[in-house]
Nanobody
Framework: QVQLVESGGGLVQPGGSLRLSCAAS????????IGWFRQAPGKEREGVSC????????YYADSVKGRFTISRDNAKSTVYLQMNSLKPEDTAVYYC??????????????????????WGQGTQVTVSS
């Protein structure tokens, strides 16, 4: 059974940090792009960051560049999203998703969410004082 399970969300004050984890089971991360998406209340889901399981190349949305870091541990089939300097506008449900991908990650990798067949259930991140 293919499954992605996110963890690590919670309530944090502005300027704080959280680390999200996405654990995959039932399939390998070989030749995959693993993306983090988020959806705030009343807004469309948007791509945040993505990493290649093959070459480690990454992509970040402009809104999180310099604050978020994505990484992977292929041996544990887990992808992480380290989120620093959090802002209230980062408040959202964060989802990880996986798709088949070869080659370096580019903005195109995250453009069409319907090309990601595997999704986690989401984890809530709330940034508030």
């Amino acid at each position: 059974q293919v499954q992605l399970v996110e963890s690590g969300g919670g309530l944090v004050q502005p300027g704080g940090s959280l680390r999200l984890s996405c654990a995959a089971s039932g399939f390998t991360l070989d030749y995959r792009a693993i993306g983090w998406f988020r959806q705030a209340p009343g807004k469309e889901r948007e791509g945040v960051s993505c990493i290649s399981s093959s070459d480690g190349s990454t992509y970040y949305a402009d809104s999180v560049k310099g604050r978020f870091t994505i990484s992977r541990d292929n041996a544990k089939s887990t992808v992480y999203l380290q989120m620093n300097s959090l802002k209230p506008e980062d408040t959202a449900v964060y989802y990880c998703a996986a798709r088949t991908w070869t080659g370096p990650i580019t903005i195109v990798t995250m453009r069409w969410m319907n090309e990601y067949p595997y999704w986690g259930q989401g984890t809530q991140v709330t940034v508030s004082s």
